[in-house]
């Protein structure tokens, strides 16, 4: 069984441009979720997916941050325009549960950097 | 708020044991984890409690007391290549949430030396 992907691994842009980074979830997972690891802080995150619809979006920093997860298979997760502070390691991940807590597969994470 | 607190980094020998703490602060509680991460890998789940008491799979165990807040990761039998990042992580969920996000600490670096 696959795991958790996404890509690409790095990327880095220049500040103000835009950047979309893609999670692919396990097959048959409806929940998928967004975190964010910045330089010397801890994993944090984003929000949640299930299925399609957006479960809780607490997380996302400002509306420079647009997730989407059309079709509730993979999700993208674009920021513009990218400023400094957005360079971290982005990670997705994905889990069975319908109801109540599970565990939660990571995929490698993205690592963003803005120039 | 949330707070997560477990040491920066550790070192031990390989062939011991070592204990990783953690102690959180978090408001609602629905069970805490533990991950482990090699460098540029992806997080890989080590261990679930939710109920108080000593969880054991093999070579790692995993202990929780709810009133006192506090967790720890028990390590037996070093080998090399446990050296990685071992991170605590808390489900803060609530009732009527929905979402079972993760809060997680800063990750404990474990070095396993000859």
């Known amino acids: 069984e696959a795991g958790v992907t996404q890509f690409p691994s790095h990327s880095v842009i220049e500040k103000g441009q835009t950047v979309t980074l893609r999670c692919d979830p396990i097959?048959?997972?409806?929940?998928l979720y967004w975190y964010r690891r910045v330089m010397g802080k801890e994993i944090k995150f984003l929000l949640h997916f299930v299925k399609e619809s957006k479960q809780d979006e607490s997380g996302m920093p400002n509306n420079r941050f647009l997730a989407e997860r059309t079709g509730g298979t993979y999700s993208t997760l674009k920021v513009q325009p990218a400023e400094l502070e957005d360079s971290g390691v982005y990670f997705c991940?994905?889990?069975?549960?319908?109801?109540?807590?599970?565990?939660?597969?990571f995929g490698p994470g993205t690592r963003l950097t803005v120039t | 708020g949330q707070n997560i607190d477990q040491p920066t980094e550790m070192t031990a020998t390989e062939g011991a044991i070592v204990q990783i703490n953690c102690t959180y602060q978090t408001s609602g509680f629905n069970g805490l984890f533990w991950y482990q991460q090699h460098a540029g890998e992806a997080p890989t789940f080590l261990s679930y409690?939710?109920?108080?008491g000593l969880e054991e799979k093999g070579r790692f165990s995993s202990f929780l007391s709810r009133s006192k807040g506090y967790s720890y990761l028990l390590l037996k039998e070093l080998q090399m290549k446990d050296s990685a990042s071992y991170l605590c992580a808390v489900s803060p969920w609530t009732p009527g949430a929905g979402s079972y996000q993760l809060t997680f600490g800063k990750g404990t670096k474990l070095s396993v030396i000859p």
């Open positions: 097959s048959g997972h409806d929940n």
């Open positions: 991940a994905s889990s069975q549960e319908v109801a109540g807590v599970g565990e939660q597969y």
């Open positions: 409690n939710v109920l108080d």
